[in-house]
C-alpha cells in the first residue's frame, strides 16, 4: 500500500521569501513521486517527478523538490516565492502495483494551500 | 499542445436526475480517469479506463458509471444525483505506463456540479 502526507494544510509566506511546502510518502516499492499544481478553477498542471535518476529534481517556475528515502520525505521548495505562486499544490505517489492495464495506481495528497502576500 | 476538455465547467442538477460528464482527450492516450475533488479530500479516484469499453474501479465508485466507447472520449455518469455529489470532478488521461513513461496525468480544467 501506498500513501502519501503533505504536513500543512495552509502555509503562508511574503513575496520574495522561500516557499517549503513539506510532503513524506509511504510506499511498498520504489516510488515515481510527483508535485502538481493547481490555480483557482483550472486543472492541476505537473510542476516536477521524480522517477529514481537524480534526487534533486528541478521543475517549472523555479520550484524544486529533493527525494530524501532515509525521511521517506519528498519536500517542495522554491528560493523566492512570486504572487502568481498562489495555488493549492498535491503531492502525488506512484507504486508499482494497483490499476491493471499499466495504469499504476497514483494516491494524492489532501494538498496544500499557498497564500503569497505583498 | 496537450490538451483534456471538459466540455461542462459547470453544472446545477436536482436531486434525482441523471448526470452525464463528458471528457475528450487529443493526445492519444491509453489511459484515462475520473477524479472527484473535494476540499480536504484532496483528489479520489472514481473510475479508470485503460483502453476502449475497458474500465475499473477506483476508491469511490459507488453512485457512478462510466463509458468508454471511443479511445479519445470517457464519460461520467451519475444515474441518479444525489447531494452529496455536489463537488469538482476532473478528468485525466494518460499514456499506458512503461518503462519509458512514467505515467504523468493531463488534467482537464474540471466540471463543478451542484446538485440541489
Known amino acids: 500500500a501506498q500513501s502519501v502526507t503533505q504536513l500543512d494544510s495552509h502555509v503562508s509566506v511574503s513575496e520574495g521569501t522561500p516557499v517549503l511546502l513539506r510532503c513524506n510518502y509511504s510506499s511498498s516499492y520504489s516510488p515515481s513521486l510527483f508535485w502538481y499544481v493547481q490555480h483557482p478553477n483550472k486543472g492541476l498542471q505537473l510542476l516536477l517527478k521524480?522517477?529514481?535518476?537524480?534526487?534533486l529534481v528541478k521543475g517549472i517556475n523555479g520550484f524544486e523538490a529533493e527525494f530524501k528515502k532515509s525521511e521517506t520525505s519528498f519536500h517542495l521548495t522554491k528560493p523566492s516565492a512570486h504572487m502568481s505562486d498562489a495555488a493549492e499544490y498535491f503531492c502525488?505517489?506512484?507504486?508499482?502495483?494497483?490499476?491493471?492495464?499499466?495504469?499504476?495506481?497514483?494516491?494524492f495528497g489532501t494538498g496544500t494551500q499557498l497564500k503569497v502576500e505583498l | 499542445d496537450v490538451k483534456v476538455t471538459q466540455s461542462s465547467r459547470y453544472l446545477v442538477k436536482r436531486t434525482g436526475e441523471k448526470v452525464f460528464l463528458e471528457c475528450v482527450q487529443d493526445?492519444?492516450?491509453?489511459?484515462m480517469f475520473w477524479y472527484r475533488q473535494d476540499p480536504g479530500l484532496g483528489l479520489r479516484l472514481i473510475y479508470f479506463?485503460?483502453?476502449?469499453?475497458?474500465?475499473e474501479k477506483g476508491d469511490i465508485p459507488e453512485g457512478y458509471s462510466v463509458s468508454r466507447e471511443k479511445k479519445e472520449r470517457f464519460s461520467l455518469i451519475l444515474e441518479s444525483a444525489s447531494t452529496n455529489q455536489t463537488s469538482m470532478y476532473l478528468c485525466a488521461s494518460s499514456l499506458r505506463t512503461g518503462s519509458t513513461n512514467t505515467g504523468e496525468l493531463f488534467f482537464g480544467e474540471g466540471s463543478r456540479l451542484t446538485v440541489l
Open positions: 493526445m492519444d492516450h491509453e489511459n
Open positions: 502525488v505517489v506512484k507504486g508499482g502495483g494497483g490499476l491493471t492495464g499499466g495504469g499504476n495506481k497514483l494516491t
Open positions: 479506463s485503460y483502453d476502449v469499453k475497458m474500465k
Open positions: 521524480y522517477t529514481s535518476a537524480a534526487t
